[in-house]
């Protein structure tokens, strides 16, 4: 396996691997310690074969935690793999907690600080028990989640507007993520090694860790990844809110307000920050919802497509076969469970 700089030691002609993304790991009161050194592990395996291939790359990864002083950043980075860079967290990882969810406190700072980084495009993820730490910061309202079973039923209690699914391992919204049980932080860490490095390095990344390769599929969204880091604050409040609200009704004129600018405004900047129309963003948000739920469950294709918000089925039918060169029942034949 490469080692880090091993780019660098091929002679002064070597290419430097690029950084494709940076994961920030939250260390918060009674964390699983050993979550945060095993994804920190997982991303420098993956980062060291990555940076043996053709067009080297690697991972950043820095770990956060909660400052001791009053005054100054409520948040602070106690470690990082490129210090001399600046941040830019793509993603950042709430792992498990080693007390129960009863028991856990709640804290404002970190609710505050995960809220503007997701508002900046950084994309929220959290393991088990970390799922309630991102609760507390209201961002999971409206949407779907997992957890522990065992801790299934007080999430859906003391968070009722979230719709909590614990017999999924990963539920990937592209804008935010939540993974289950208290050591499914590996399922996570190949999930975005994937993300980051495609599938061929997660599996190299899957093999040495002795790990099996994700238990959800991310073919779900291989072709639709879009760009929540692009600065645009408000084309991404548009872009949460299709996020959440996919199966409803999304007029453009709905989009600009909520957005706060005009319609065309919002029309040509959309374009502009994700390279997709409105229109286009929402129907790629629809079908990614539609594949995982022909993967994942045995809804009736009319259940499916009403559901992502398709109420003609004849016309959900036509623009997936359109996108994926499959008939929904040819798809879920193929990849479904």
Known sequence: ??????????????????????????????????????????????????????????????????????????????????????????????PPSLRVPELMEADERLSAWIRDQRAGGTVPCAVCAGVFVLAETGLLDGRSATTHWAFADELAAKFPAISVDADRMVIDDVDIVTAAGILAWVDLGLTLVERYLGPAIMLRTARFILADPPRRTQATYREFNPNLRHGDTEVLVAQHHVHTHYAEPMPLNRLAELAGIAPRTLQRRFKSATTMAPTEYIQAVRLAKAREELELTTRSVEQIARGVGYEDVSTFRRIFKRTTNLTPGQYREKFGV
């Open 1 to 94: 396996m490469a080692r880090n700089g091993s780019a660098q030691d091929r002679g002064s002609g070597a290419v430097v691997p690029r950084t494709v993304g940076e994961i920030g790991l939250v260390q918060y009161r009674d964390c699983q310690e050993s979550a945060i050194h095993g994804l920190a592990d997982i991303f420098r395996v993956a980062s060291d074969y990555a940076s043996a291939i053709e067009n080297p790359a690697s991972i950043r990864v820095s770990t956060w935690s909660i400052a001791d002083a009053a005054s100054g950043p409520a948040v602070v980075c106690t470690s990082d793999t490129q210090p001399e860079s600046e941040h830019r967290i793509d993603h950042v990882i709430l």
